[in-house]
């Protein structure tokens, strides 16, 4: 069992360049969510999706974009990558069902913007 | 404004000892609260978490205390053992306004278990 695979796990971009980060999971979760973590900072929420087709804006959402055109996958781009999107990038995803459930985490991908 | 505070960013104590990390909010609306861990190049982990109608949860070594009147909560981790060493994230939620239950994370306490 997989859980949430998060792909690449490490890439280098120059400025302006674009690119799309993959999320995926197999434990047939609705809710679905993309993090940053920055060097003393907790994770912060970029965007998130309830259920397939259906994205939201989280605290940190500008400069990205997301998709979520099957229930498994989850996609992250940047359009036009900036030196400030370099960081520490997380997927989670989890099924709400009828009491709290955690999320659950990808290994994160490493992005440099040069 | 930071919602939830870890205010120690490191802890470190002897192998054996009791591991207290603390983190305080400031939403009266978040009713879930969970402790992750994590170890460098690995995503957060799911630790313990407790519902706003209890005031303690167990899980083996780990205890999780919730004081809603001082909106503060502390793990507690007995005894300590050198493979606890990680980062540890306090994160709550809460369904109000357009939330979704969605996860407000703390900055973090690094916690070193020595030998």
């Known amino acids: 069992n997989a859980g949430v695979t998060q792909t690449p796990k490490f890439r280098v971009l120059k400025t302006g360049q674009s690119m799309t980060l993959l999320c995926a999971q197999d434990?047939?979760?609705?809710?679905m969510y993309w993090y940053r973590q920055d060097p003393g900072m907790g994770l912060r929420l970029i965007h998130y999706s309830v259920g397939e087709g259906t994205t939201a804006k989280g605290e940190v959402p500008d400069g990205y974009n997301v998709s979520r055109l099957k229930k498994q996958n989850f996609l992250l781009g940047l359009e036009s990558a900036a030196p400030s999107q370099t960081s520490v990038y997380f997927c989670a995803s989890t099924d709400p069902g009828t009491v709290n459930q955690p999320q659950h985490f990808g290994d994160g991908t490493r992005l440099s913007i040069l | 404004d930071q919602q939830v505070k870890q205010n120690s960013p490191s802890l470190s104590v002897q192998e054996g000892r009791i591991s207290i990390l603390n983190c305080d909010y400031t939403?009266?609306?978040?009713?879930?609260f969970l402790w992750y861990k994590k170890y460098p190049a690995e995503g957060p982990t799911f630790l313990i978490s407790?519902?706003?109608?209890?005031d303690k949860n167990e899980d083996g070594r780990f205890t999780v205390f919730l004081n809603k009147s001082a909106k503060h909560l502390s793990l507690h981790i007995v005894p300590s053992q050198p493979g606890d060493s990680a980062v540890y994230f306090c994160a709550a939620s809460g369904f109000y306004g357009g939330s979704q239950g969605n996860l407000i994370f703390g900055k973090g306490t690094k916690l070193s278990v020595k030998p």
């Open positions: 434990m047939n979760h609705e809710y």
């Open positions: 407790i519902s706003s109608i209890k």
């Open positions: 939403n009266s609306m978040f009713d879930y």
